[in-house]
């Protein structure tokens, strides 16, 4: 898509330590009285959504932080007062974006930004292979990881997603770093996407079996 044909729009924004995936639920209390101002105004507007972008480097609480220049929209589906002053959160992750420009806090971060889906891909068979070892590869590691005596909630079924869905789907799910998993988000379209995340759980697929292989002093 040209980037000039993606129009510009205003988002409230939400840093976080980790990035947020498209299809992802995302469970927040918020108690900051700027943020609680973000929630009050996005249940008024048109579209109850807010943009979630990583912090790169250092924190979003005093100021200097480093954000990530692509997030993805979160669409809030449930508002709970936990008590006074205290929301429990529930957004589920929707588009992808790039920021434009930060502005001026309002009293929350803001900022200019437009979407950017993903890369339109042929479905053939380099991309059925590409999802199909995806998603043995998770498999393989969550079966690790509860071997390791990690409690692993069972994988829900991804039969019915797309190739765009499923290449969000599986970062979600996999046990990856917040960087690996920016790094994913970047991915121009779902196949470049599942070729790298074939890189990184595989070397988390690695340090399972080392860690199988040579318990520590608590196994």
């Given at each position: 898509?040209?980037?000039?044909?993606?129009?510009?729009?205003?988002?409230?924004?939400?840093?976080?330590?980790?990035?947020?995936?498209?299809?992802?639920?995302?469970?927040?209390?918020?108690?900051?009285?700027?943020?609680?101002?973000?929630?009050?105004?996005?249940?008024?507007?048109?579209?109850?959504?807010?943009?979630?972008?990583?912090?790169?480097?250092?924190?979003?609480?005093?100021?200097?932080?480093?954000?990530?220049?692509?997030?993805?929209?979160?669409?809030?589906?449930?508002?709970?007062?936990?008590?006074?002053?205290?929301?429990?959160?529930?957004?589920?992750?929707?588009?992808?974006?790039?920021?434009?420009?930060?502005?001026?806090?309002?009293?929350?971060?803001?900022?200019?930004?437009?979407?950017?889906?993903?890369?339109?891909?042929?479905?053939?068979?380099?991309?059925?292979?590409?999802?199909?070892?995806?998603?043995?590869?998770?498999?393989?590691?969550?079966?690790?990881?509860?071997?390791?005596?990690?409690?692993?909630?069972?994988?829900?079924?991804?039969?019915?997603?797309?190739?765009?869905?499923?290449?969000?789907?599986?970062?979600?799910l996999a046990p990856l770093?917040?960087?690996?998993?920016?790094?994913?988000?970047?991915?121009?379209?779902?196949?470049?996407?599942?070729?790298?995340?074939?890189?990184?759980?595989?070397?988390?697929?690695?340090?399972?079996?080392?860690?199988?292989?040579?318990p520590g002093p608590d196994?």
């Amino acid at each position: 898509m040209n980037e000039d044909s993606r129009s510009t729009y205003t988002l409230p924004m939400f840093p976080l330590g980790g990035p947020l995936m498209p299809g992802a639920l995302l469970p927040l209390q918020v108690f900051e009285p700027r943020y609680l101002e973000m929630i009050d105004r996005c249940l008024v507007s048109r579209v109850p959504e807010f943009g979630v972008v990583m912090i790169e480097r250092g924190s979003e609480v005093g100021g200097g932080d480093v954000r990530s220049t692509v997030g993805v929209t979160a669409r809030i589906v449930d508002v709970k007062t936990i008590v006074e002053g205290r929301l429990a959160v529930l957004a589920v992750g929707e588009r992808r974006f790039e920021v434009v420009r930060w502005l001026e806090d309002d009293p929350h971060p803001i900022a200019d930004v437009r979407d950017w889906p993903d890369a339109n891909e042929d479905s053939d068979g380099d991309l059925t292979a590409l999802r199909v070892d995806a998603l043995m590869a998770l498999d393989r590691v969550l079966a690790l990881t509860a071997e390791l005596g990690v409690q692993v909630p069972e994988r829900p079924s991804l039969d019915e997603l797309d190739e765009v869905e499923v290449s969000y789907a599986v970062v979600t799910l996999a046990p990856l770093g917040a960087s690996d998993r920016q790094r994913l988000l970047r991915a121009s379209g779902p196949r470049h996407r599942l070729r790298l995340f074939a890189e990184a759980i595989s070397e988390v697929e690695d340090s399972l079996r080392f860690r199988l292989l040579n318990p520590g002093p608590d196994r």
